[in-house]
């Protein structure tokens, strides 16, 4: 896929999810092999601006569309976001275990939440609806996480 396609899938779901025009968004490709993720976004509240970094190298995600709107939902969640993170940071002490689960169960959720609102908005707006299965590719079947468990 070429910049500008690239380039317009992000213009059209900043108007979607009503971003633009009050966020600026730039769309960075990143050409380093040793990057490991498929997207990432990098937000600046106080001046309103991000960068959505996708993989051109080796993303591990077949639907490219896919991944800008979950990207872009993690800015449109970031408030919400950084006042959970704060309320972790200062109800549990540094470091406890707490404090790691806490952040573990919010992070996951969070992850869930953006993610299901990515499918809704594929669903109604994609223009390529195919899920990406690429993460599920690394995972165990069902039979192998419980081959050699005792039956009761």
């Known amino acids: 896929m070429q910049k500008s396609d690239i380039q317009r899938i992000v213009d059209k779901y900043t108007a ?54 979950h990207e872009l939902m993690h800015l449109k969640m970031y408030p919400l976001d950084q006042v959970t993170e704060s309320l972790i940071t200062n109800a549990f ?32 707006f994609g223009e390529n609806r195919d899920l990406s299965f690429g993460r599920c590719a690394g995972k165990k079947s069902f039979d192998e996480l419980y081959n050699g468990l005792k039956a009761l």
């Open 16 to 69: 979607k999810l009503r971003i633009t025009p009050v966020w600026d968004v730039k769309l960075e490709l990143v050409e380093d092999p040793a990057w490991r993720k498929t997207g990432d976004i990098r937000i600046d509240c106080d001046d309103r601006k991000a960068i959505l970094m996708l993989n051109a190298m080796n993303p591990r995600q077949e639907n490219l569309e896919e991944v800008i709107v």
């Open 93 to 124: 002490e540094e470091g406890t275990p707490a404090q790691n689960f806490a952040y573990r169960q919010f992070f996951t959720a969070l992850e869930q939440t953006v993610e299901e609102l990515t499918k809704c908005f594929l669903l109604e």
